[in-house]
């Protein structure tokens, strides 16, 4: 296996799910690439009586990336902001790296988001390589 993708979006499930790849790929000895996805371009401002903030996507996806990266241990860990379809989104990523696994958690896998569907229900669908589905929830 060449490398492990897992796909974040600042949830508690999320985390776990790359906690365990963090944990797979240094027991592989391979490298591990975060991906987050932002469903909108752009910031937008935000105003509390007399304070405005500017909330910029992008920024906190890097942030979130930032942080996990100094969280997590594994041999090497890359990252990257992506757009669209997260489910979609996480194959390409697979796809131009030639990973070896896409990892994700389980959330809305069970109970009534299995028929409404989830990103680890698409990624199964879809993936062009083997997919681990970590159980989060």
Sequence with gaps: ??????????????HRAAVA????????????????????RGGR???AGSDT????????SEQLLAGLR?????????????????????CEEAVR???????VGNRRVQGAGRLLGSVATDVLRIAPCNVLIVHTT
């Design 1 to 14: 296996m060449d490398e492990f993708i897992v796909g974040v979006d600042g949830t508690e499930t999320a």
């Design 21 to 40: 790849a963090a944990d797979l790929a240094t027991k592989c000895g391979v490298p591990l690439h975060i991906v987050t996805g932002m469903s909108q």
């Design 45 to 47: 401002e935000v105003s």
């Design 53 to 60: 903030w500017h909330l910029d996507p992008l920024t906190q």
């Design 70 to 90: 100094t969280e997590l241990s594994a041999p090497a860990i890359t990252t990257a902001v992506v757009h669209g379809d997260p489910a979609k989104s996480l």
């Design 97 to 103: 790296l030639e990973a070896g696994m896409i990892i």
